[in-house]
């Protein structure tokens, strides 16, 4: 019903900023509430940021509170991460998540049903 393709990841120092989007296929993308979440090698899949089908109420992990801002363009069929003061334990795979009609932020991973590939963050000392 729906396809991810996640874009913007890189090498960083840290400090540094980055924005990573989440493209969705399919006109129902609207109705799709978004997560993104991470995960670094041995390491379990974490939750960084969610987001309603609206955009209208957003959650957050602790560790990246004040740092990363979660958004959404429905008219782009595109979410975004925006990543700033960047630290080296923010180095993982960013994958976004889409799960279908939810009016709240989902925060865990057995939430989503659509995943994407995943785009790898670096953040270099």
């Known amino acids: 019903q729906v396809q991810l393709v996640e874009s913007g990841g890189g090498l960083v120092q840290a400090g540094g900023s980055l924005r990573l989007s989440c493209a969705a296929s399919?006109?129902?993308?609207?109705?799709?509430?978004v997560g993104w979440f991470r995960q670094a090698p041995g390491k379990e899949r974490e939750f960084v940021a969610a987001?309603?089908?609206?955009?209208?109420?957003?959650a957050y992990a602790d560790s990246v509170k004040g740092r990363f801002t979660i958004s959404r363009d429905n008219a782009k069929n595109t979410v975004y991460l925006q990543m700033n003061s960047l630290k080296l334990e923010d180095t993982a795979v960013y994958l976004c998540?889409?799960?279908?009609?939810?009016?709240?932020?989902?925060?865990?991973?057995?939430?989503?049903?659509?995943w994407g590939q995943g785009t790898q963050v670096t953040v270099s000392p």
């Open positions: 987001i309603t089908r609206s955009g209208d109420n957003t």
């Open positions: 998540a889409a799960r279908a009609s939810s009016w709240i932020p989902i925060t865990t991973t057995s939430g989503y049903g659509h």
């Open positions: 399919g006109r129902t993308f609207s109705t799709y509430a």
